[in-house]
């Protein structure tokens, strides 16, 4: 008995260290931009008012509270300071939580959740935008009238971020795939 009271500090350290690890770790910081502090989100009601008064085109991130991987996204590809400074410029940046229990009022018509009380249950709006494809993170993409240019699911970083806000700011969709798209980026890199 005595050996073992003696011994139970020797059970307890490792998680007293590990404990202490978790509680002191700071992930490193994210470089951004003095003056610039973050992409300017805002919800789906606010860019439809804005953007009857000055048409920009709307990037639409879908998230839920519970996912680790839109968390990550958030943490990283969202404070790239070039990812902030050409959203912010070039789009209206729309955060919808796909589980909210707001209302959204667009083209005549009400969206909400039908089933508030069950678990997971998700809002119209977001649902309508995914084409009931429920995966998260998804960013989504609509010009200036509100049509949905295209639906990019998953978790993308900056780098891969970067050329698809630019696909569609500039325009590009309108002319080429995003695949050829792609192509004369990486050959005009090649070229340099």
């Not at 008012?49 to 991130?61: C, M, V, Y």
């Not at 209302?103 to 005549?108: E, G, L, Q, R, S």
Request: hydrophobic fraction near 40%.
């Amino acid at each position: 008995m005595n050996l073992i009271s003696k011994n139970k500090w020797l059970l307890v350290f490792p998680f007293v260290v590990v404990g202490f690890c978790i509680l002191s770790f700071k992930p490193a910081p994210v470089k951004t931009t003095p003056g610039v502090e973050a992409i300017n989100w805002m919800d789906w009601d606010k860019a439809v008012a804005l953007n009857k008064a000055h048409p920009k085109k709307i990037f639409i991130d879908v998230y839920t509270q519970w996912c680790g991987w839109c968390k990550r996204m958030d943490a990283s590809t969202y404070l790239d300071t070039s990812i902030i400074n050409y959203m912010n410029k070039n789009f209206y940046a729309v955060r919808l939580d796909a589980e909210t229990q707001d209302t959204f009022h667009f083209n005549d018509h009400k969206f909400y959740v039908q089933n508030p009380t069950q678990k997971g249950a998700v809002n119209e709006l977001a649902y309508t935008l995914l084409n009931g494809q429920m995966s998260y993170p998804t960013t989504v993409y609509m010009d200036e009238s509100f049509n949905r240019l295209t639906i990019f699911p998953g978790y993308h970083s900056a780098s891969e971020l970067k050329p698809v806000l630019a696909f569609f700011a500039e325009n590009k969709y309108k002319t080429e795939t995003y695949d050829a798209y792609v192509k004369s980026l990486s050959a005009a890199k090649t070229a340099n």
